[in-house]
């Protein structure tokens, strides 16, 4: 098997280096912005953030991961520092419009005692987030005070930008913050209805950070620009792919999707994962790329396994040479040499999806050395290095990497449609600077 990767990187250079802001990033007001228009003191202020933490499963209580929890601690400090009482606001899970007492889809009960933590002051909570009691508990504020909000998706309608759910959020406050990125893709009532409630909407630091990497580095890259992109399925990639199309000087394809370019190419691809119905698209995909100048590169050597588990027998086989059962589940180290090359070359990369099984130990090698390629873009050459959502976060974090890349993504799907090229409406809805 191929070895692990070495986990030293030398020393950080300034990441911001190359990067030139978007349109969109200057067009929003942001948190300081709307400090500096308005006096904040004892203000309410509605900030819509992710509270979305995973719990124990033995107790249903106890927070496992707190990253969510601290990611909102800059923006709600700030806000506190200005006088301002922070009135929290985010789902918890899919309860799908049921109130339910404990576990993923429960109430926010189990995040109150780690924000009090993580902010250093008392947060109080109530059980509803709209109503007269909860107004009730919102007027009572008197100056830096914090009062976190039910379960929005104890009401069904919030999914559905429900009005009546947007206007009760609104009687809370004047002011309205979104810091919750891996909600703003979605119109929500407490993500892009209610800002129609108040007087100034504003992003959050997360939200801005996230929108000046990945709508800033996508739309003014520093050139050339990468896009690496992996993960099981051509149909949950295709539009992205095709978006950085437009965008990208080269663009490696990994995971599982390739199966299916290979069978557009005619290869045999044994017993791998192939979407039959998404073959002619990828074969358009191909086209594409060679008729506009980009070179989509796709792995020339793959990790064979004759079952999907981790003690599997595995080879090494040029594309041509798989058949019968075996199935491809990581990148070969012919690939995986050839991908480092030409990430040598980009100063703008932007990764999204993982090469192979990761959470295999014997399939993780492909995932695990892109990994460590972007981290020594990062810190040896000033490269901007984004890692946008889902299970590339997952792979960076387990490969003890996530601080030495420039940006990684809070949000999945808002990563995606960011890079699709649209407009989020829980961005869409904010005031303009």
Known sequence: MLNSISRSVARAIPRSRFYHASQQVLEKLNVEGLASKVDLDGQNVLMRVDLNVPLDKADDV??????????????????????????????????????????????????????????GVDVKKVDDCMGPDVEAAASSLTKGEVLLLENTRFYAGETKNDGELAAGLGKLADYFVMDAFGTAHRAHSSTAGVASHMKMSAAGYLLAKELKYLKGAV?????????????????????????????CDTILLGGGMIFTFYRAQGHDVGASMVEEDMIDLAKDLMEKAEAKGVKLLLPTDVVLADKFANDANTAIAKVSEIS???????????????????????????????????????????????????????????????????????????????????????????????LEGKELPGVAALTEE
């Open 219 to 247: 739309d003014s890259p520093n050139r050339p620009m990468m896009a690496i992109i992996g993960g099981a399925k051509v149909s949950t990639k295709l539009p992205v792919i095709e978006s950085l199309l437009e965008k």
């Open 62 to 119: 106890t927070v496992t991961d707190d990253t969510r929890l601290r990611a909102i601690v800059p923006t709600t400090k700030y806000l506190l520092e200005k006088g301002a009482n922070v009135i929290l606001c985010s789902h918890f899970g899919r309860p799908k419009g049921e109130i339910i007492e404990t576990g993923k889809n429960g109430r926010l009960n189990p995040v109150v005692e780690p924000l009090k933590g993580l902010l």
């Open 324 to 418: 019968g059962d075996w199935m491809g589940l990581d990148i070969g180290p012919d690939s995986i040499a050839e991908f480092k090359a030409e990430i040598d070359a980009a100063n703008t990369i932007v990764w999204n999806g993982p090469m192979g099984v990761f959470e295999m130990e014997s399939f993780a090698a492909g995932t695990n050395e892109v990994a460590q390629k972007l981290a020594e873009a990062t810190s040896e050459r000033g490269a901007v290095t984004i890692v946008g959502g889902g299970d590339s976060v997952a792979a960076i974090n387990q490969a003890g990497l996530g601080d030495k890349v420039s940006h990684i993504s809070t949000g999945g799907g808002a990563s995606l449609e960011l």
